[in-house]
């Protein structure tokens, strides 16, 4: 038996750290929504009982690093799976980007396995697995709109935002998430508004959603590597309604209501950076079945 799933890329419309916790995690404050971008996950029975990550991304490690290798490890320690799986992961989210590529794969192959070994786990129980991947792990199961707290496990769904196109531009550079949260420096910060982002989405308003926009970890990897910073200013230029950096970055995103301005920003982006990808919000979740 097959089973193809996809991995939809998250962006964070606000990200906030609030503290360092006394077992080293930051806490956090971020809301985050999927969009349209995906990875492929291809789930194939093996009857040798091991787990084989096939992804001809070379960014992509093949082995127990990789998080959907993690995910497959998991499952079948905690439910004594003696089958074994091919895990093909066809890559279109950049790596390494900020746009939680690895946890939705590792999500994405939690909720596929949970349906190929007949595990019958809940949404939440698969989230609460996925916590012990990774942080962003739990969120990608649900998917959809949430606000995340604690190391970004504790997960409240929200509705769908307002729908907007949403241009993404990535720099030819890898930002490693843990090396900015290093650099983090707590005093001064200026800390998004969580509360009137939630508002807004939840009124569906629009220009609130853009005015509330904000990423704490802007001070640092802008700082780091200045080419963030330039696509910013290049994409609000060209004229996109509201523009931040995704997670850790290096990847920024501009929300455009109009096709017109989508175009424009879009074509505009395409001159400095390779990777540039115009997609639609998802807005809801993919239901578990
Ligand atoms: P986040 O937004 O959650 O911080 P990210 O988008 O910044 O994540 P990923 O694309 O998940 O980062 O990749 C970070 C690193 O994780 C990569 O450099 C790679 O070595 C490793 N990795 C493990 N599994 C995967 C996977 N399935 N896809 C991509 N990278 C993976």
């Given at each position: 038996m097959k089973i193809m799933i996809k991995a939809p890329a998250k962006i964070n419309l606000t990200l906030d750290v609030l503290h360092k916790r006394p077992d080293g995690y930051h806490e956090v404050e971020m809301i985050m929504t999927t969009v349209d971008l995906a990875d492929r996950i291809e789930l194939e029975e093996l009857r040798k009982d091991e787990i084989r990550v096939v992804s001809h991304n070379r960014f992509v490690p093949d082995d127990s690093r990789n998080l959907a290798y993690q995910a497959a490890k998991l499952l079948k320690e905690r439910y004594g799976i003696r089958s074994g799986v091919e895990i093909g992961i066809q890559k279109v989210i950049p790596v390494?980007?900020?746009?939680?590529g690895g946890s939705s794969d590792a999500a994405a192959t939690l909720k596929g396995l949970n349906k190929l070994w007949q595990l019958g786990l809940s949404v939440d129980e698969l989230a609460e697995l996925g916590s012990e991947i990774g942080s962003d792990v739990s969120f990608c199961v649900y998917g959809g709109t949430a606000l995340a707290k604690g190391r970004g496990e504790k997960i409240k769904l929200l509705p769908p935002p307002p729908n907007c196109w949403v241009v993404l531009a990535k720099p030819t550079i890898g930002v490693s998430t843990a090396e900015v949260y290093k650099n983090l420096k707590l005093d001064g910060l200026k800390h998004p508004n969580t509360e009137k982002m939630v508002e807004a989405i939840e009124t569906g308003d629009y220009q609130q959603m853009c005015r509330n926009l904000g990423n704490v970890l802007e001070s640092v990897t802008l700082k780091m590597y200045p080419e963030v910073a330039q696509i910013k200013e290049q994409m609000e230029r060209f004229g996109a309604d509201a523009v931040l950096m995704s997670g850790s970055g290096p990847t920024v995103f501009g929300l455009i209501q109009y096709d017109s301005r989508m175009h424009r920003v879009y074509n505009g982006l395409k001159g400095f950076c390779d990777q540039v990808y115009a997609v639609r919000l998802l807005g809801d979740g993919i239901p578990v079945e």
């Open positions: 390494a980007a900020g746009l939680a």
